[in-house]
């Protein structure tokens, strides 16, 4: 099966290392062409334009920034759209909204594509690792098909049904996720101007309830003010302006995301978007 992979950022170019060391013939493409290099090296096929790794592929995977990004690299010229063809795969592994998913998915389907969404949880060192938790939604036979290539990028692939099923649960996830850090570094902050050590706190949270590996790998980083990027502040962000989205279309309340929302907000105004999602505490710290 030769399959393809679009999108060679911060969580593409684990996700496609892993599949080149699974033994697939990769055909690769990334808008900054300098990025496909070391996969070529490893032995992947580098195309001009997203069509062309479409059309070399019988399936393609793609991992972008946001909605605009997705749309973009499916209906620009030379893109995704242009080069599908009847049966051909094309799973499209980053975190957007439902409305987007679907809206490719049917342009896609309409030229004899068949389409899933599959974002994934999961940050750097797990794309790495290959121990990304997949949230497949849409053409099951896809889903399928694609089931030894998401054993080589994670630990653990769900089929959630129709497409939106997998955006809409990504969605959730980071939601609660980002609460978590809001939440997490409030505490961080109490504890210091009370005059407590945030290193017994990191201890105290260890060892009951709420131990988490989040808050045991972010925990030391937040009091070290290192905020090496695993993953951008500035997506977190843009994930929970899209849950509260999806609240507002199903009349959920989300008070408690749309607080940590405003936290992540201020932190992007201080210049932390680029920085790991954990610099929210810069945020908190300052209010």
Do not use: W
């Not at 030894?148 to 769900?158: D, N, R, S, T, V």
């Not at 505490?187 to 290193?199: F, H, I, P, Q, R």
């Not at 260890?206 to 980083?221: E, H, Q, T, W």
């Not at 959920?252 to 932390?272: D, H, I, Y």
Request: proline share 3%; with cysteine.
């Amino acid at each position: 099966m030769k399959l393809g992979f679009l999108g060679l950022g911060i969580m593409g170019t684990g996700m496609a290392h892993n599949l080149l060391k699974a033994g697939f013939s990769l055909t690769v493409y990334n808008r900054t062409a300098s990025k496909c290099a070391p996969f070529v090296e490893a032995g992947a096929t580098q195309a001009d334009t997203a069509a062309d790794v479409v059309r070399a592929s019988d399936i393609t995977f793609a991992i972008v920034s946001d909605p605009e990004a997705s749309r973009a690299l499916c209906f620009s010229e030379n893109g995704v759209l242009d080069g599908i063809s009847e049966g051909k795969g094309y799973v499209d592994m980053s975190t957007i909204n439902a409305e987007t998913s679907k809206e490719i998915g049917e342009a896609l389907t309409a030229k004899g594509g068949r389409y899933l969404e599959a974002p994934v949880s999961g940050s750097k060192k797990p794309a790495a690792d290959g121990t990304l938790i997949i949230l497949a939604g849409g053409d099951k036979s896809l889903y399928d098909e694609a089931e030894k290539a998401f054993e080589a990028m994670g630990k653990k692939a769900l089929y959630l049904g129709e497409v939106g099923n997998g955006a809409n649960m990504k969605l959730v996830v980071n939601m609660i996720m980002g609460a978590m850090m809001a939440g997490f570094c409030e505490g961080m902050s109490l504890a210091e101007k009370a005059g407590l050590s945030t290193t017994d706190l990191l201890d105290v949270l260890d060892a009951g309830a709420m131990s988490n590996p989040m808050f045991r790998i972010k925990g030391p980083l937040i009091q070290q003010e290192s905020f090496g990027v695993a993953f951008p502040l500035k997506h977190m962000q843009k994930d929970m302006r899209l849950a509260i989205a999806l609240g507002d279309q199903v009349a959920q309340p989300l008070s408690t995301c749309a607080s940590a929302n405003e936290s992540f907000k201020k932190a992007r105004a201080l210049g932390a978007a680029d920085e790991d999602f954990s610099a929210v505490s810069k945020a908190i710290k300052t209010s």
